[in-house]
C-alpha cells in the first residue's frame, strides 16, 4: 500500500519560499499522476497544482500560477511544490495526492486514491 508523506511546510513571512516534498514508500509513484491541494480553515480542500507521470505539468490554479511549481523525481519517488512571494492567503494546511487509475480530470478530489496526511504552512503579514 503506498504511503505519501509530506515535509517543509512551517512558519514564513509575506514574499517568503517554502519547498514542499512529497515521498511515497511501500510502492512505485513513477506511473501516478500527482497533485498537490490545500485547505485553509473553514474551507474546502482546493486544487493547487498536478503533473503527469512523466513530469508535465498539468495546471496549476489561479491564485498560484507564476508562484508556484510542481515538479517530480521519479527515481526519489517524490513530488515536490516550490512556493515563492508567498502571501498570507497561502496559508493552509498542504497535501500531496497520488492518482494511480486517471479516471477523472486532476482538479477534482475524487481523481485521487492515495493521500498524504498534510502539511501546514503559514505565512505571516
Known amino acids: 500500500q503506498v504511503q505519501l508523506v509530506e515535509s517543509g511546510g512551517g512558519l514564513v513571512q509575506a514574499g517568503g519560499s517554502l519547498r514542499l516534498s512529497c515521498t511515497a514508500s511501500g510502492g512505485d509513484i513513477s506511473r501516478f499522476r500527482m497533485g498537490w491541494f490545500r485547505q485553509a480553515p473553514g474551507k474546502e480542500r482546493q486544487f493547487v497544482a498536478a503533473?503527469?507521470?512523466?513530469?508535465?505539468?498539468?495546471d496549476y490554479a489561479d491564485a498560484v500560477k507564476g508562484r508556484f511549481t510542481i515538479s517530480r523525481d521519479n527515481a526519489k519517488n517524490t513530488q515536490y511544490l516550490q512556493m515563492n512571494s508567498l502571501k498570507p492567503e497561502d496559508t493552509a494546511v498542504y497535501y500531496c495526492?497520488?492518482?494511480?487509475?486517471?479516471?477523472?480530470?486532476?482538479?477534482?478530489?475524487?481523481?485521487?486514491?492515495?493521500w498524504g496526511q498534510g502539511t501546514q504552512v503559514t505565512v505571516s503579514s
Open positions: 503533473i503527469s507521470s512523466s513530469g508535465v505539468i498539468l
Open positions: 495526492a497520488g492518482d494511480s487509475n486517471r479516471s477523472y480530470n486532476y482538479r477534482f478530489l475524487i481523481a485521487y486514491n492515495y
